[in-house]
């Protein structure tokens, strides 16, 4: 059976590109002849009845916002099995014959649920940490990363005028590809990843080993999963007052804001091939760019098909940084 109508929703944390994600699945699927509703604050929305029928104009001038228009949130509910056959019923009550879910790895394993119950639904990798399988890409890392390095440079600036050791805390509980991509491009001298255990004393020694060489101003990026960027920055402080550190918590700043060009390309590319899966009667996998091409992995392989950070590019960064 062809499908007619489609639904979208956008899970877990919220990531710049979700929006043009949400325009290029209405806008792709209406061209392709489907009705889209538009699902209201995730898995919450399935379960609480709050959706609305979008078109091409509903969906006009927001392929440059940050957050999502459609709202998100987590769902504690949508995670029994009770919670997911009120969404299907929601949404066989709208005549939705398959979904398309923006979101991250959690809202993955919730779209995976919800095929098994035999609503078919696709994936569009959608969070900042880039750390989910079946992609080398997710929407919204380019933004992060590029608000990260504004912010950095800013900091440079004064580490630099003052001597001062510059930890700077981004985002990353399980993954350091935000931490090592902007380590790489701002010049850290360091960059602390969950994929990697450094001990405090350990970045300590390198970091007085560099005083001693006269490097007087340096940037640690810290993701949040190594460690607590205070923790290390305290620990610093209190061994080694001469380095004269101090932090800066870039939080919720590198979640929102306008995609990049290259969040906002992917986004169209992702929501095409969403669509197309959808038509050609497949809905059980996760978009992804993976080899520079773009793919779907079946739910049941992203398992094997994990991306981790760029061993050469961790090493580099201690090279160039010294
Ligand atoms: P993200 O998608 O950004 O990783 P979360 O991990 O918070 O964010 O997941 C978003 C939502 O996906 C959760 O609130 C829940 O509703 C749903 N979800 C997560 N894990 C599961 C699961 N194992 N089974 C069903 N639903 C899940
Ligand atoms: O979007 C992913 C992420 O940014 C994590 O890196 C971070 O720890 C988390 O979301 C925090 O989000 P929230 O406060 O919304 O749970």
Request: aromatic share 6%; with cysteine.
């Amino acid at each position: 059976m062809m499908i007619q109508k489609i639904g979208v929703l956008t899970s877990g944390g919220d990531a710049p590109g979700m929006n043009a994600a949400i325009r290029g699945v209405t806008r792709y699927g209406t061209y392709k002849g489907l009705a889209v509703e538009g699902i209201c604050r995730g898995y919450d929305g399935l379960i609480d009845k709050d959706s609305t029928p979008l078109n091409r104009r509903s969906v006009g001038a927001i392929i440059h916002r940050g957050g999502t228009v459609l709202k998100t949130a987590r769902c504690e509910e949508f995670k029994t099995k009770e919670g997911r056959l009120k969404a299907l019923e929601f949404l066989r009550s709208k005549n939705v014959d398959a979904l398309v879910v923006i979101g991250g790895d959690g809202s993955m394993k919730g779209a995976q649920a919800l095929s098994a119950l035999g609503m078919p639904t696709v994936v569009i990798p959608g969070t900042i940490d880039n750390d989910m399988p079946g992609t080398e890409y997710t929407l919204g890392f380019d933004t992060a990363v590029n608000t990260v390095l504004v912010a950095v440079n800013k900091i440079r600036d004064s580490a630099f005028s003052h001597d001062r050791v510059a930890f700077v805390e981004v985002m990353g509980r399980h993954a350091g590809f935000i931490a090592l991509e902007v380590g790489i491009s701002c010049g850290a001298e360091m960059v602390l990843v969950p994929e990697k255990e450094v001990s405090m004393q350990t970045v300590t020694d390198k970091l007085v080993e560099s005083h001693k060489q006269w490097k007087r101003n340096s940037i640690v990026i810290v993701a949040e999963g190594a460690m607590r960027g205070s923790d290390i920055c305290n620990y610093v402080k209190e061994h080694q007052p001469d380095l004269n550190p101090n932090l800066t918590v870039i939080g919720y700043l590198q979640r929102g804001g306008a995609p990049t060009a290259y969040d906002a390309k992917m986004a169209g590319l992702f929501s095409q091939k969403a669509v197309e899966t959808l038509l050609a009667g497949r809905g059980d996998g996760v978009v992804g760019l993976i080899d520079n091409k773009i793919t779907v992995t079946p739910y049941n392989e992203v398992d094997s098909c994990r991306f981790s950070i760029d061993e050469n590019e961790y090493d580099l960064v201690q090279a160039l940084g010294k």
